[in-house]
């Protein structure tokens, strides 16, 4: 689409996220919740919508939805209540879901993503439905099936509803990422998309740019990357501007995402509240919620990505080394703790953005996948600091420290990697490497002074990295003249 089309138009986009609380037992029964068990091994009678069964709401997942609310800067209302919501759906066994209507558990909080404030109106409890597997023969009449596994049906989550704040599909991304960061952080969901255990639905419109009145939304569901989110609203983006462009209507409704064929399709008309015919659920009470227990979970709150970041940038980091750590919750951790155990913060942050974060990157793996331990990392820059290794030695041998655990001061030992500091050990090396290049050495003397740093190098080289390269510097002026 030509830009000049698309800047006629406003984007207005609000995010649904559901992230799935890590409870050991789901939200109303005792089955378990763990991923990747054998299909409807993790049911009960309370999960299969037995006849005569009654739900036990799950405390744990109240904490945690009070915990996320606060981080969410959300307010906790003194009194919450659970309703029933009312569709019909292979993997919904009920045939209605226990979620919040009216009186969700947090209201009216807000995230600040780059500098704005998106708003967040609530966050409630709700309960999971199962799911379907698709299966058997495409396109052979009669041999397409469904099979349904319940192992999720009951498991509790937050639903984290945004005001259509953002503006851009970088702005949703960056809104999800920072949710994800924060649910993470504070320990009440792992995060991860591929296994479904946190979700999100995107509402789209557009309007004339001036225009205060918003256009008919789109909801996108079935996205499970943030790459896909981005691609996601993109598509709908240019979709609904082409549309209004040609004179139709957008209709409201929901729509799937397909990430192979790039393009979102129509799903079923979008429902309103009134359709799921919400009434209180008659079998849980409205809970109260003191303010005595919201101030103790709140005295537990763990640190939070953003004060995380600025701590980092406090201790002279950039801006961008302190996000891409706290983007990765076992590495900034692992920064923790090297920072705890007294190494200077600038070296640590070179290493973890060099050749660590190089590493990891190549072999696909989480810090914690290798062995390297924060102890053996900063015994590294303490041998550099003394002078017993160079910061190039230091570099060669951290990936060894991460493959097999082994440290730093056992591998200079055996390998003799302690740096040469004696200076008429060097001053002899640097007549040496001045000897066998005359020619580089006229020519350094004829004005071509950025042949210091060939010399330097081929001292280095020489001395296999060992020499300390300040006294190199040094002495390979004074051999030079």
């Given at each position: 689409?030509?830009?000049?089309?698309?800047?006629?138009?406003?984007?207005?986009?609000?995010?649904?996220?559901?992230?799935?609380?890590?409870?050991?037992?789901?939200?109303?029964?005792?089955?378990?919740?763990?991923?990747?068990?054998?299909?409807?091994?993790?049911?009960?009678?309370?999960?299969?919508?037995?006849?005569?069964?009654?739900p036990?709401?799950?405390?744990?997942?109240?904490?945690?939805?009070?915990?996320?609310?606060l981080?969410?800067?959300?307010?906790i209302?003194s009194?919450?209540?659970?309703?029933?919501?009312?569709?019909?759906?292979?993997?919904?066994?009920?045939?209605?879901?226990?979620?919040?209507?009216?009186?969700?558990?947090?209201?009216?909080?807000y995230?600040?993503?780059?500098?704005?404030?998106?708003?967040?109106?609530?966050?409630?409890?709700?309960e999971?439905?199962?799911?379907?597997?698709?299966?058997?023969?495409?396109?052979?009449?009669?041999?397409?099936?469904?099979?349904?596994?319940?192992?999720?049906?009951?498991?509790?989550?937050?639903?984290?509803?945004?005001?259509?704040?953002?503006?851009?599909?970088?702005?949703?991304?960056?809104?999800?990422?920072?949710?994800?960061?924060?649910?993470?952080?504070?320990?009440?969901?792992?995060?991860?998309?591929?296994?479904?255990?946190?979700?999100?639905d995107?509402?789209?419109?557009?309007?004339?740019?001036?225009?205060?009145?918003?256009?008919?939304?789109?909801?996108?569901?079935?996205?499970?990357?943030?790459?896909?989110?981005?691609?996601?609203?993109?598509?709908?983006?240019?979709?609904?501007?082409?549309?209004?462009?040609?004179?139709?209507?957008?209709?409201?409704?929901?729509?799937?995402?397909?990430?192979?064929?790039?393009?979102?399709?129509?799903?079923?008309?979008?429902?309103?509240?009134h359709?799921?015919?919400?009434?209180?659920?008659?079998?849980?009470?409205?809970?109260?919620?003191?303010?005595?227990?919201?101030?103790?979970?709140?005295s537990?709150?763990?640190?939070?990505?953003?004060?995380?970041?600025?701590?980092?940038?406090?201790?002279?980091?950039?801006e961008?080394?302190?996000?891409?750590?706290?983007?990765?919750?076992?590495?900034?951790?692992?920064?923790?703790?090297?920072?705890?155990?007294?190494?200077?913060?600038?070296?640590?942050v070179?290493?973890?953005m060099?050749?660590?974060?190089?590493y990891?990157?190549?072999?696909?793996?989480?810090?914690?996948?290798?062995?390297?331990?924060?102890?053996?990392?900063?015994?590294?820059?303490?041998?550099?600091?003394k002078?017993?290794?160079?910061?190039?030695?230091?570099?060669?041998?951290?990936?060894?420290?991460?493959?097999?655990?082994?440290?730093?001061?056992?591998?200079?030992?055996?390998?003799?990697?302690?740096?040469?500091?004696?200076?008429?050990?060097?001053?002899?090396?640097?007549?040496?490497?001045?000897?066998?290049?005359?020619?580089?050495?006229?020519?350094?003397?004829?004005?071509?002074?950025?042949?210091?740093?060939?010399?330097?190098?081929?001292?280095?080289?020489?001395?296999?990295?060992?020499?300390?390269?300040?006294?190199?510097?040094?002495?390979?002026?004074?051999?030079?003249?």
């Amino acid at each position: 689409m030509e830009s000049s089309i698309r800047d006629k138009y406003e984007v207005v986009i609000g995010l649904e996220v559901h992230a799935q609380l890590k409870t050991k037992s789901k939200i109303f029964a005792p089955d378990g919740t763990e991923f990747g068990q054998e299909p409807n091994s993790e049911t009960s009678p309370i999960t299969l919508g037995m006849p005569g069964v009654l739900p036990v709401l799950n405390k744990e997942a109240v904490n945690m939805g009070i915990l996320t609310g606060l981080a969410l800067n959300c307010t906790i209302p003194s009194r919450c209540k659970f309703d029933r919501k009312q569709y019909f759906y292979p993997d919904l066994p009920k045939g209605y879901q226990i979620s919040q209507y009216d009186e969700p558990i947090c209201v009216g909080g807000y995230l600040n993503i780059k500098g704005k404030k998106i708003g967040i109106t609530r966050a409630h409890l709700e309960e999971d439905a199962g799911k379907l597997v698709h299966a058997g023969a495409d396109g052979i009449a009669g041999s397409s099936y469904s099979l349904v596994d319940l192992n999720r049906a009951g498991t509790p989550l937050l639903e984290i509803v945004s005001e259509p704040d953002m503006r851009s599909s970088d702005e949703a991304r960056a809104y999800m990422e920072e949710l994800r960061n924060i649910v993470r952080y504070i320990g009440v969901c792992d995060g991860n998309l591929e296994e479904g255990s946190m979700r999100c639905d995107a509402n789209i419109s557009v309007m004339p740019k001036g225009s205060d009145k918003f256009g008919t939304r789109a909801e996108i569901k079935n996205v499970n990357s943030f790459s896909a989110l981005q691609r996601a609203i993109e598509y709908e983006i240019e979709r609904q501007i082409e549309i209004v462009e040609e004179g139709g209507e957008v209709v409201q409704e929901t729509r799937l995402w397909d990430d192979n064929s790039r393009e979102t399709r129509s799903m079923r008309g979008k429902e309103d509240a009134h359709d799921y015919r919400y009434f209180p659920e008659p079998d849980l009470m409205p809970l109260e919620i003191s303010r005595e227990w919201v101030e103790d979970i709140r005295s537990k709150m763990p640190e939070l990505p953003q004060q995380k970041r600025d701590r980092y940038q406090s201790l002279g980091l950039s801006e961008y080394d302190a996000s891409v750590i706290v983007e990765q919750m076992g590495l900034a951790l692992f920064f923790d703790k090297v920072l705890e155990l007294g190494a200077t913060p600038k070296i640590a942050v070179n290493f973890i953005m060099g050749e660590i974060a190089a590493y990891l990157k190549e072999e696909k793996l989480e810090i914690t996948d290798t062995k390297l331990t924060p102890e053996n990392l900063v015994e590294l820059i303490a041998l550099i600091e003394k002078n017993t290794i160079s910061n190039n030695i230091g570099k060669q041998i951290i990936i060894d420290m991460m493959k097999d655990g082994t440290s730093a001061k056992e591998i200079v030992e055996k390998r003799g990697l302690s740096q040469i500091t004696d200076e008429s050990a060097i001053k002899e090396i640097c007549e040496k490497v001045v000897a066998a290049h005359p020619n580089e050495v006229a020519a350094y003397k004829g004005g071509k002074v950025q042949l210091l740093g060939f010399f330097v190098g081929q001292v280095m080289k020489e001395t296999k990295g060992r020499a300390n390269p300040k006294a190199v510097n040094e002495l390979i002026k004074e051999v030079l003249g």
